[in-house]
Each structure stands twice: as C-alpha cells, then as structure tokens.
C-alpha cells in the first residue's frame, strides 16, 4: 500500500482516537522514521523505555504492529501496520455486516474481538462465562420466585431470559466455529507479525538452500524458482487457516449447522451445541480483514444493483454473490504468492449454477417484481442464450464510459438498463411494433407470457449480465459468474463520475466523458465537439484542471518551442484522477476527524458532564436547557461528520481495496 502523508496522520487520528496518545505517537514515528529498534526509538520519540513497551504492547495487541528479531544485535525491529491501522475506521460496517449474515450473537464475538484485539479462546471464554454468570445471578436476585415450578404448565427451573446475545458456553462455541469457517476469524501464528518482505525473502532463501544450492541459472529454472517461492508463501498463509481445516473435518457438525441455519435460525432457535469440536484454549484467533472486505464489496456492488435494476433483482444478485465468493478469501489475489496455483482462488471465484440460487433464494420472495412483460415473440432468443465462456477482455474495462459521438448522448442516467433484458448484441427474430418491442410492467399479461420461478429467475440474471456494468456473465449453460475487477472499475468510475458532476456540473461531466471517448481533443476542437461556447468550454476545462480531472498537454508544431505555434491537447487521465481522488479522501477524513477533536475541546464541560452517572442517559431531564441545547448541536454536528468519514471510506474502498 503506497503510504502518503494523509494517510499517515489519518491511521495516527485513528489509533489516538481509540487506543490513546502514547500508541498514537509511537506508530507516527515508525510511519515517519520506518523500521525501528528500542533504542531508535528512544532516540526518536524522547519516551523512557518503560514507556515505548507499554505503547508497543498495545500496538501489538491489536495487530498494527510487523516486529522481527535482527540475527546482528539480537534486537527486535519494529515497523508500522498501516492497513490494520486503517481498517480500525471499518469496525461499524464489519459489526453491520456480521449481524446482517449471522445474527446478533455473533456481532457481538466479533464486537469483543475487536475492542480485546487478538485473543486466546480460553480468555475469551471466561470473559463470556462471567458475563453470563452475572446476567443470571442478577435474575434470580431480581426474582427469587421466578425458579419456582408453574403449576399451570409444569415447567420448572426456567429463569427469565437473559439480555444478552451470548446464552451459554455452547453456542459461544458454535458462534466461533460459524465465524471460523466464514474465514472471518483467523489463527495467530509464528510468522502472523513478519512483514510480507521479510516472509518473501525468508522463503526464497530457504527454497534456494533445499533446491538450488548452485544458484538460478536459465530460464527454465526462474520459472521453477519462482515457483517454489510461490508454493512456500501459500504454506505460511494457510497456516492461519488451521481451525478452519480442522473445523471442516467434522462433517457431522457441518451438516448439521446448514441445516439449521435453513430451518432453525430462521425461526429464532440457535445452535447451542451443533457438535462442534471444543477449540484449542491456548489458540490465538483475530479478526481476518481480508475476509470482510470481501463481504463489504459484496454488500456494496447489491447497493450498486440496487440503484440501477431495484430491489429485487438485487436480492438475486446478492445471493449470487453469497453462493460465489464463498470460498474467496481475499478481494486482489497476490501477483507473486498465488502464481499457478491451479485452484479458483486464483482462476476466478468459479461459477453458479441456476439450481444453487434457486435454493439459497427465500420462499417468500416474489421474482415476478421488477420485470417488464413482452410477448414471447418479442424476444431474441439469439441475444439471451448467448453465452461467454471467458471474461472480458482487458481492453474492454480499460476504456473508459462510453459517448456515442453526439454530446447528448451522456446526458442519461443509465437507469433504463433495467428494461432491456432483450439486447439488440445480434440481428433479433422478432417484429418490431411502431415504436420498438412494447414492454409493460402490468399484471394484465397474458398466461403464455406468465412464467414459472426458474424463468423468472433467469429473466433478473440477463439483466444483470445483459446491463452495461455487466454485473454478471452468462458463462455456460445454466452456469453464471461475475468479473469483479472490470466490474468494481465501472464502480469506481461511477463514484469519480459523481465527484466530477458535484464539483463541476453537469456540463462538466459531460466534456470528460467526451475525452474519454474520443481521446485527445484539440482546445479549438472541443467547443464544436461538445456544442459549447468556447469561453464556456475554458473556463471549464480550467476548473476541472484546478481539480485534477483533465490534463493539458502542449505539442510544439516544429522544433522550436514557441507558445503561440504550438497545439494544447485536452485529455482524461482516469488513473490520476483515481489517484487524486483517493489522495483527496485521505486528507477530508482527516480534517473531519480533526474538526471533531477541536469540537470536543469546545464543548469540554458538558461533555464531561454528561460522563456522570447521574446524568448519563438522563440529560434532557437533568441538564440544563442551555447546556443541553450545546450537547444536542455537538452530537448532531458528531453524527454528520461520522457520515462524512463513512462515505469517503465507502469511495476508498471503492478505487484501493476493492
């Protein structure tokens, strides 16, 4: 991850503003200073040493730490995390997405998994234990009659039901082997806190040792070396992945979790002793980012779906994604650690067949919403049975959004993609009628053009695949996939496309996606292509410059530099303007989190007064009017700059991670 400036003060922010000052410092001077020992850091940040090793210790608690031993002087050398560090801003979205796929119960594990950082099982166990031995010694105090047998029912030692997540040992247990098998929780092992260099250089020095003790020499033998690097960095990887191996040796226990999973949770009956092995107490488990990412995408591209098809072609598509990335443990597979691996980790997330959507799809969703009728004669046949059996070529997603030549043709909203399940690709078997194929969205068809589940069905997968964004692909009879890398590229491109039009317009958006299309414009060239007055078209282009969303390059018309003869070229640079774009983000989450700092020194009093515990949930009718009103226009700003952090995090995601 390339690090900047903003996005080193932003981690900083981030760790002072959960884990306090001192760690805070120690990790801003391992970002500026880079890998450092003890003493360099003694020297560095004027701490005593007791100090730094209680920063340190914290920093290593929650993973945002790589330390090594040095073999010279036997020291330990320590470098800064900084995606950990970042990933701390996501802790919301990942509780929102766990408590999405697996209930409260499990949101709450993964809750304390976060604020303990890496954690044995056996710590976490009698964490929960203690939990629940008060809840329930507080419910017998509360009610000492309530364990008395009911003479009515005849049901006897039934205390009230507790009010939290967790009920008993059991299905903590379960809980945690749910969340292992999803890969949301990894294993700390030896090598979890090397850097990725260290790793790679560990292991290509031990597979020169064993296989090449006289060196590299040909071609031939390169590719072999690299590999055998290859292979050996897949085995550290899996390493964290030990539970989950052992956890899917138990089949029983699997079986029996899907089924309750499609029968019991729903209905409101956990999972309290599936059969599940009893874990390692002595095991180190933390939260795997990798793998949670890969669940935001898939919640962002269904908000994507949603915003184009409606609602409940993006329920389909988002279980098409479930059932996908299932077995997909990372967004951007490694150029150097997954090189021919002969796995769909690497080839691809695989593909779904008709029948698995059908079962993972609830009873009780209607498919026949969100799609327009036509006649059976109205549609190519042609068109919707073609099938793609490889992806997109790289040219296709490289090029940028399309303007069909004449300058109105940016001005739609690409909202009508979801009315075109029949595509015009080939030469259609159908007539026409005066004004096109007449599609309705009326109950009054006909009983022919009535379809069964698997038709409607397919009819929601063609709009996904048949759209512009091409949301998935038609990759074998019956057989869908997704292109996740063109795909979050049109994301992306959407996102920077809704920061160009806010900053400069429409008619601004509308002179990028111009060059875009045609490529380099001439400045004298442009006016006419975009049907604006030229001083409008400067003024424009200049704005848009300011903001790094088009680029000027000056072509001399012989060897001699003179201004006055020379072409000036208007292109789009969609790779810098990502780059600035992120770049942008990075600082505006870090003024909004300094806005806020400086927020809470203003209002320092009452904030401090409502920590108090005769105050704390009572302030509309304890606190003053006066002082009340502070505190409400401090949440209210708090809430709104919160926002603001979450929806460029959304955008960074977007061009960096996804």
Same mark, same amino acid.
């Given at each position: 991850m390339l #690090?900047?400036?903003?996005?080193?003060e932003?981690?900083?922010?981030?760790?002072?503003e959960l884990?306090?000052e001192l760690?805070?410092?120690?990790?801003?001077?391992?970002?500026?200073?880079g890998r450092s020992s003890?003493?360099?850091?003694?020297?560095?940040?004027?701490?005593? $040493?007791r100090?730094?090793?209680?920063?340190?210790?914290? &920093?290593?608690q929650?993973?945002? &730490?790589?330390?090594?031993?040095?073999?010279?002087?036997?020291?330990a050398?320590?470098? *800064?995390n900084?995606?950990?560090?970042?990933?701390?801003?996501? !802790?919301?979205?990942?509780?929102?997405?766990?408590e999405?796929?697996?209930?409260?119960?499990?949101?709450?594990?993964?809750?304390?998994?976060l604020? @303990?950082?890496q954690?044995?099982?056996?710590?976490?166990y009698?964490?929960?234990a203690?939990?629940?031995?008060? *809840?329930? /010694?507080?419910?017998?105090?509360?009610?000492?009659?309530?364990l008395?047998?009911?003479?009515?029912?005849?049901?006897a030692h039934?205390p009230?039901?507790?009010?939290?997540?967790?009920?008993?040992?059991?299905?903590?247990?379960?809980?945690?082997?749910?969340l292992?098998?999803?890969?949301?929780?990894?294993?700390?092992h030896?090598?979890?806190?090397?850097?990725?260099?260290?790793?790679?250089?560990?292991v290509?020095q031990q597979?020169?040792?064993?296989?090449f003790?006289?060196?590299?020499?040909g071609?031939?033998a +390169?590719i072999?070396?690299?590999?055998?690097? *290859?292979?050996?960095?897949? +085995?550290?990887?899996?390493e964290?992945?030990?539970l989950?191996?052992k956890?899917?040796?138990?089949?029983?226990a699997?079986?029996r979790?899907? @089924?309750?999973n499609?029968?019991?949770?729903?209905?409101?009956?956990h999972?309290?002793?599936?059969g599940?092995p009893?874990?390692?107490? /002595?095991?180190?488990?933390?939260?795997?980012?990798? /793998?949670?990412?890969?669940?935001?995408?898939?919640?962002?591209?269904?908000q994507?779906?949603?915003?184009?098809?409606?609602?409940?072609t *993006?329920?389909?598509?988002?279980?098409l994604?479930?059932?996908?990335?299932? +077995?997909?443990?990372?967004?951007?597979?490694?150029?150097?650690?997954d090189?021919?691996?002969d796995?769909?980790?690497?080839?691809? $997330?695989g593909f779904?067949?008709?029948?698995?959507?059908?079962?993972?799809?609830k009873?009780?969703?209607?498919?026949?919403?969100?799609?327009g +009728?036509?006649?059976?004669?109205?549609?190519?046949?042609?068109?919707?049975?073609?099938?793609e059996?490889?992806?997109?070529?790289?040219?296709l997603f490289?090029e940028?959004?399309?303007?069909?030549?004449?300058?109105?043709?940016?001005?739609?909203?690409?909202?009508d993609?979801s009315?075109?399940?029949?595509?015009?690709?080939?030469?259609?078997e159908?007539k026409?009628?005066t004004n096109?194929?007449?599609?309705?969205?009326?109950?009054?068809a006909?009983?022919e053009?009535?379809?069964d589940?698997?038709?409607?069905?397919r009819q929601?997968? =063609?709009l996904?695949?048949?759209?512009?964004q091409?949301?998935?692909?038609?990759?074998?009879?019956?057989?869908w996939? #997704?292109?996740f890398?063109?795909?979050?590229?049109? @994301?992306a491109?959407a996102? @920077?496309?809704?920061?160009?039009?806010?900053t400069?317009?429409?008619?601004?958006l509308?002179?990028?996606?111009?060059?875009?299309?045609?490529?380099?414009?001439?400045?004298?060239a442009?006016?006419?292509?975009?049907?604006?007055?030229?001083?409008?078209?400067q003024?424009?282009? =200049?704005?848009?410059? !300011?903001?790094?969303?088009?680029?000027?390059?000056?072509?001399?018309?012989?060897n001699?530099?003179?201004?006055?003869?020379?072409?000036?070229?208007?292109?789009?640079?969609?790779?810098?303007?990502?780059?600035?774009l992120?770049?942008?983000?990075?600082?505006t989450?870090?003024?909004?989190i300094?806005?806020?700092e400086?927020?809470r020194?203003?209002?320092?009093?009452?904030?401090?007064?409502?920590?108090?515990?005769?105050?704390?949930g009572?302030?509309?009718?304890?606190m003053r009017?006066?002082?009340?009103?502070?505190?409400?226009?401090f949440?209210?700003?708090e809430k709104?700059l919160?926002?603001?952090?979450?929806?460029?995090?959304?955008v960074?995601a977007?061009?960096?991670?996804?």
């Amino acid at each position: 991850m390339l #690090v900047t400036k903003q996005l080193a003060e932003l981690c900083s922010l981030l760790i002072d503003e959960l884990y306090g000052e001192l760690p805070s410092r120690i990790f801003a001077t391992l970002v500026n200073r880079g890998r450092s020992s003890l003493p360099q850091l003694v020297q560095h940040t004027a701490m005593t $040493p007791r100090q730094l090793k209680h920063g340190l210790a914290v &920093l290593l608690q929650y993973n945002l &730490l790589y330390y090594s031993i040095d073999p010279d002087t036997e020291l330990a050398i320590y470098e *800064a995390n900084i995606e950990f560090a970042y990933n701390l801003i996501r !802790t919301g979205k990942i509780l929102e997405m766990v408590e999405g796929s697996f209930g409260a119960p499990a949101k709450d594990v993964m809750q304390n998994l976060l604020l @303990l950082g890496q954690t044995r099982v056996s710590d976490l166990y009698q964490a929960y234990a203690k939990k629940i031995e008060q *809840a329930t /010694k507080a419910v017998i105090d509360d009610d000492p009659f309530e364990l008395e047998t009911n003479g009515v029912n005849g049901d006897a030692h039934q205390p009230k039901k507790l009010d939290i997540p967790i009920k008993s040992m059991g299905q903590l247990n379960s809980v945690i082997c749910r969340l292992v098998e999803a890969e949301l929780i990894d294993v700390v092992h030896s090598r979890t806190f090397q850097t990725p260099q260290d790793i790679y250089k560990a292991v290509e020095q031990q597979v020169s040792d064993s296989h090449f003790p006289g060196g590299v020499k040909g071609g031939k033998a +390169k590719i072999e070396f690299q590999e055998k690097v *290859a292979e050996g960095l897949r +085995k550290v990887r899996a390493e964290s992945k030990s539970l989950k191996r052992k956890l899917d040796q138990n089949v029983s226990a699997v079986k029996r979790r899907k @089924l309750l999973n499609g029968l019991g949770v729903a209905n409101g009956v956990h999972d309290e002793d599936g059969g599940d092995p009893a874990l390692d107490p /002595k095991q180190v488990i933390r939260i795997n980012y990798e /793998k949670c990412l890969v669940d935001l995408r898939n919640r962002r591209l269904v908000q994507f779906a949603t915003d184009m098809f409606g609602e409940t072609t *993006a329920y389909v598509y988002g279980v098409l994604l479930k059932i996908l990335t299932k +077995k997909l443990p990372r967004c951007r597979l490694d150029p150097v650690m997954d090189l021919a691996e002969d796995n769909d980790e690497v080839h691809g $997330p695989g593909f779904v067949t008709m029948d698995e959507i059908l079962d993972n799809l609830k009873t009780g969703i209607d498919l026949s919403l969100g799609l327009g +009728k036509v006649e059976k004669g109205g549609v190519s046949t042609t068109a919707a049975e073609k099938v793609e059996e490889q992806p997109p070529k790289k040219k296709l997603f490289v090029e940028e959004a399309e303007v069909d030549g004449d300058a109105s043709a940016d001005e739609d909203d690409g909202g009508d993609d979801s009315s075109s399940s029949g595509d015009s690709e080939s030469e259609t078997e159908y007539k026409p009628a005066t004004n096109g194929t007449k599609v309705t969205f009326a109950d009054t068809a006909t009983k022919e053009i009535r379809l069964d589940r698997p038709g409607q069905l397919r009819q929601h997968l =063609l709009l996904l695949s048949e759209s512009d964004q091409r949301f998935a692909r038609h990759c074998g009879p019956q057989e869908w996939t #997704v292109d996740f890398i063109p795909l979050v590229r049109v @994301l992306a491109q959407a996102e @920077l496309d809704t920061v160009i039009e806010r900053t400069s317009g429409r008619q601004g958006l509308r002179l990028v996606r111009i060059l875009r299309a045609k490529g380099k414009l001439d400045e004298k060239a442009l006016p006419n292509v975009a049907l604006m007055r030229k001083p409008e078209v400067q003024q424009k282009m =200049l704005e848009m410059q !300011t903001a790094g969303f088009v680029h000027v390059q000056e072509v001399p018309r012989d060897n001699k530099a003179d201004v006055k003869k020379s072409f000036f070229l208007w292109f789009s640079d969609v790779n810098r303007s990502f780059d600035r774009l992120l770049d942008t983000s990075y600082n505006t989450m870090l003024r909004c989190i300094q806005v806020l700092e400086r927020l809470r020194q203003k209002e320092k009093e009452v904030l401090m007064l409502t920590k108090r515990t005769d105050v704390k949930g009572r302030e509309r009718d304890v606190m003053r009017k006066e002082y009340f009103e502070r505190y409400s226009r401090f949440r209210e700003n708090e809430k709104k700059l919160f926002a603001q952090v979450m929806r460029l995090d959304d955008v960074v995601a977007v061009l960096r991670d996804f």
